[in-house]
């Protein structure tokens, strides 16, 4: 048996970029779990938890045992895994906790199987951990943690993945310490919206995938706006507007809730405007007495990172 042992950190992600729902996402580079697979004896999937939140270790129940279990199913020869993940993305932070975990363990599998599997591949079995945390296959948190950057979801069935150019942006995080959980937060979304609405949502779509191909930070910031799912998940975030409102007026391009929430996420343009929206969103927080962390980062171009 090949005792290769293969580390990772997978990394967060951002999803929906305001107003690309359930097609638009990109990776940054912290925070991230530290993920190690290495063959079984046995067959079938072995997880070990390394980290205090005592998440599932049945691979059926489990996001990065269900990603696994799919890739097993397309490997002709009588394999195993046994996978450690140590998490530092917090379940439930809306920054692609379940992503990174589905990922990091069908990209480092991968390797151990000398790369036989494309990226779009990859996505593919990842998606398989996404129903498990949230009851559907999306790919707006799985395919830039895959692919790194920013992605563009253009279709589910069949699968087509844009990997977009972006200029260099600076990424604001914070995280109150609630949680919302996915599911939660896809139940409470409104199934048919009015057509003017659409017509908005689908021009900030296409001006923001513009504005990142054409590096153009005024057409971004123009585009950042979602009249679908924001004014509905929005509710569940306490301070949400405030720090919406307070992290523009501090230079941000614009922003809004990462993925199902309840963390929310500004962009801007250079590190000391990043730096002051941060103290905006502290400085929201302490007025409320609701513990948080805050993360100033930049996009991650690479994805899914191998330390060995």
Known sequence: MNDQHIIIHAPATVANMVCGFDVLGFAVHEPYDVMDIRFSDR????IINKDDYCLPTDPEKNVAGAALLAMLEEIKEPLGFELGICKQIKPGSGVGS???SAAGAVVAANRLLND???????VRFAMNGEKVASGVKHADN????IY???TLIRSIHPLDI???QAPPLYVTIVHPQIEVRTA????ILKQQVQLKDAIRQWGNIAGLVAGLLKSDYDLIGRSLEDVLIEPVRSILIPGFDTIKQES?????????ISGSGPSIFMLSKDETTARTVEQQMQQTYQRLGLDHHTYVTTINNEGVKFTS
């Open 248 to 256: 523009k007026e501090a230079g941000a391009l614009g922003g809004g």
């Open 148 to 150: 790194g950057g920013v």
């Open 162 to 164: 844009v990997p977009l």
């Open 43 to 46: 067959r079938g999937i072995t």
């Open 116 to 122: 036989r599997f494309s990226k779009q591949d990859l």
């Open 142 to 145: 799985i395919a830039p943690c």
């Open 98 to 100: 379940s992503a990174a």
């Open 184 to 187: 939660d937060a896809r139940g």
